[in-house]
């Protein structure tokens, strides 16, 4: 018992990495996808079952008021552009 705690004490001071058994040993890409990938998609969709999912209204009135603030941003974004082409354009005429 002592010498076993020794040996496990020495391997992890020199760190070394106890022997993998054949059974530990992982399929092909394909092999191991398969067992995973189903796991995953029933977990994906009992997920996907908890989504409270917005109602076509809410839907519909979120679009437009995403519409609206782009029409605006978009509308101020051009007054700015065009108060600075102003702005060099002043100055290119003033160096004439």
């Known amino acids: ?3 076993e ?4 004490s020495l391997n992890k001071a ?3 990495k106890p022997a993998r058994h054949k059974k530990d040993k992982k399929g092909n890409f394909f092999v191991r996808f398969g067992k995973g990938s189903s796991r995953w998609f029933r977990e994906m969709r009992s997920e996907l079952k908890k989504v409270v999912w917005p109602t ?4 519909i009135n979120n679009s437009v008021i995403v519409v609206v603030i782009m029409a605006i941003t978009s509308v101020v974004i051009w007054g700015f552009d065009q108060a600075a082409y102003s702005v060099v354009r002043f100055f290119i005429d003033l160096g004439r």
């Open 5 to 8: 705690k020794k040996d496990v």
């Open 1 to 3: 018992m002592a010498n």
């Open 14 to 16: 020199r760190n070394v």
């Open 56 to 59: 076509r209204k809410q839907t």
